[in-house]
């Protein structure tokens, strides 16, 4: 079964949302920007300035996050966050193709919708991408254990929720303003996101059918990347892998200058 197949069965479908814009702002060619998960649009906070002076850049809030809320009887799949997603991009009137640019999850949701809604994107770049593939399929032990471990350590989060929220609160204040947020009114689309869009995911298949130039960006100090996976993605003639030295999972400014590169 296709990507467009599996959305268009996809149940519930029209109870999904529209996502709050946090950012329209610019002329020029579109950009679309999304955020990761537990975080919000303030997540590009630096990557704005660059991209507004020639484009017109749009940062939504994903589906559960930030300003956007769940629907009742939302499960938070990655269908439902691209059947959001486009249904908030069709109230924006966009004309011609754009650019769209995700970060973590948010980059799991624009490979999906750039498969899916071929005919309105020119370009995607996704942003520290947590690429797992069903470990069957990675040949090398040290490289399986990894992406083992990380998702042993995604099921033990989602079980503790208690400890997650309360650590969590704790640790953001040192983390970059608006890089995290996990508490009570956002748990649901945290740990739903998480079990649904990035422990069980179908990622390297909806980058395959991607029909534009795709750029991946991600940091040398990456802490939820497993390089081996990402350079998988790497050997499809249309996607361009580039490491920036030095920076890890978070849209600092190293990361912030580079994928504002890739847009010009």
Known sequence: MSVLERMRGSRGAGGVPLLHVAVDQGDGPV????????????????????LAPLYRVIAI???????????????????EHVLALHKTIRSLRIRGRYTIVGHSLGALIAGRYAAVHRREISHVILASPPIYPDRRYIDELSHRLRVGGYLWFYRFVRSNKLTIINNAGRFSKWMPNGSMKIDEQSWLAFSKSLENCIETQTATADVAQI???????????????????VERLGAMHHVVLHEVAHTDHLIRAPLAREIARLVR
């Open 31 to 50: 950009v679309v920007l999304l955020h990761g998960i537990a975080s919000s649009s303030a997540s590009w906070r630096l990557v704005v300035p660059f």
């Open 61 to 79: 809030d994903v589906l559960g996050f930030g300003g956007s809320v769940g629907g009742p009887g939302v499960g938070f799949t990655l269908d």
């Open 211 to 229: 029909t534009v130039p795709v750029d991946i960006v991600f940091g040398s100090r990456d802490q939820v990347i497993v390089p081996a996976t």
